[in-house]
């Protein structure tokens, strides 16, 4: 057992000197990516660097695969535990990073760079998945239906947010569009000829409003017009919006679903218009983390001297990510990268900024060991396990 132990503590030794080696080439990783946000399946640069970077620490590299020009696989080492890191590099429109995917590719490079020299010594196996559009357009599911996850025992990633937190409590989600088209008429001359699409959706927003009393806890529903008429005289002929639903659970999430649905198909029945629901992108389901692996990396982050503060309920339970249908499928985890800047938090331009900062930066390298030492430990109770049979 003493000697388990000394290979543990060794391996991740080298693990954190590797870390602090690269760590000048990590954090410029984080800010170039920054720097240059690109959108959802259009990471040209950022894919590229993090195969390059990859490369440049011993993996076998594929660029471009499972029909997604910007995905990566990279591997190292033939151990029989697979590991999976996850690397997330798509920003949002007009903010750039705000939600620190910069932070996430350059992490997963640096713990896939710690565990590219003690694979084979482990019994590791180690693959970096460059997982593209990540919000909205489900490049881990896409990649999760095309084989990128078969024999994957374990996957890890982490994600930066206003405050630490071990596991991210994400729903399930799912967004469409919904659009009315109905019959244009002078409002003031000849209205009883026209069929209005933009009471059609004051109908359906106003059942929502009226369900919302009889959803579940923890279930959303919000939306926003986009278009419901141009001219205070003319009967709206079109109105259209953007609409997300959230439940806890993903197997909540179909009958939610179903019942808003009937929300619009009142607005359509109650005027006469007709109704189009159009899906965006695909589901994610609600993210399970594996509680031995969660064990795990909440006590390296804590060595590391991250501290994970009570929060209520566990920490916002809003939020989604396509890792959660990896979850469901592969023993996962997605801790928070606490930056320490509230009021800022994800998905505001402040948050974009927080995303280049020293606390930042320390989140990239922090985050970084915390997986690599997740997985030696992981790789060491393992080989304990298969010992003692």
């Excluded at 620490?57 to 695969?65: E, S, Y």
């Excluded at 179909?254 to 695909?282: H, M, N, Q, W």
């Amino acid at each position: 057992m003493t000697g388990v132990k000394e290979t543990q503590e060794g391996a991740k030794r080298r693990a954190a000197d590797v870390v602090g080696d690269w760590s000048e080439r990590l954090v410029d990783l984080s800010h170039r990516i920054h720097a240059h946000p690109e959108l959802a399946f259009e990471e040209t640069r950022a894919s590229a660097w993090v195969a390059d970077a990859l490369g440049a620490a011993g993996f076998d590299v594929r660029h471009g695969c499972y029909d997604l020009p910007t995905a990566v696989r990279a591997t190292v080492g033939t151990g029989p535990l697979h590991i999976g890191i996850c690397a997330e590099y798509d920003a949002l429109p007009d903010i750039g990073h705000a939600c620190g995917h910069n932070v996430i590719a350059a992490a997963a490079v640096g713990a896939g760079a710690a565990l590219a020299g003690l694979a084979d010594d482990l019994g590791l196996t180690v693959t970096v998945l460059g997982t593209p559009a990540e919000e909205g357009g489900g490049g881990k599911i896409r990649m999760l239906e095309r084989g990128a996850f078969e024999g994957i025992d374990a996957a890890m990633m982490v994600h930066p947010a206003a405050v630490e937190m071990a596991a991210m409590p994400g729903a399930a989600v799912t967004q469409f569009e919904v659009s009315y088209r109905g019959k244009p008429a002078h409002a003031g001359a000849y209205p009883e000829l026209g069929v209005n699409a933009a009471d059609a959706m004051t109908v359906a927003q106003v059942a929502i409003g009226l369900l919302r009393q009889q959803t579940g806890a923890g279930d959303r529903i919000a939306g926003i017009v986009t278009e419901a008429g141009s001219a205070a005289n003319v009967i709206p002929d079109a109105s259209s919006g953007r609409w997300i639903v959230r439940s806890p659970a993903f197997e909540g999430l179909a009958g939610l679903k179903s019942r808003v649905r009937r929300c619009f198909e009142a607005g359509a029945l109650a005027t006469g218009c007709d109704l189009t629901l159009t899906p965006i992108g695909l589901d994610y389901a609600d993210m399970r983390p594996d509680p031995v692996l969660l064990g795990l990396y909440r006590a390296n982050a804590e060595a590391l001297g991250r501290v994970f503060p009570d929060l209520p309920g566990g920490g916002p339970p809003g939020a989604a990510t396509d890792m959660g249908n990896v979850s469901h499928v592969v023993r996962s985890i997605h801790p928070m990268l606490g930056l320490d800047c509230l009021p800022a938090a994800n998905h505001q331009p402040e948050f974009t900024a927080a995303c280049a900062t020293p606390a930042a930066d320390r989140a990239v390298l922090d985050g970084a060991t915390a997986m690599a030492w997740t997985a030696i430990d992981l790789a060491v109770q393992q080989a304990q396990e298969v010992s003692a049979r």
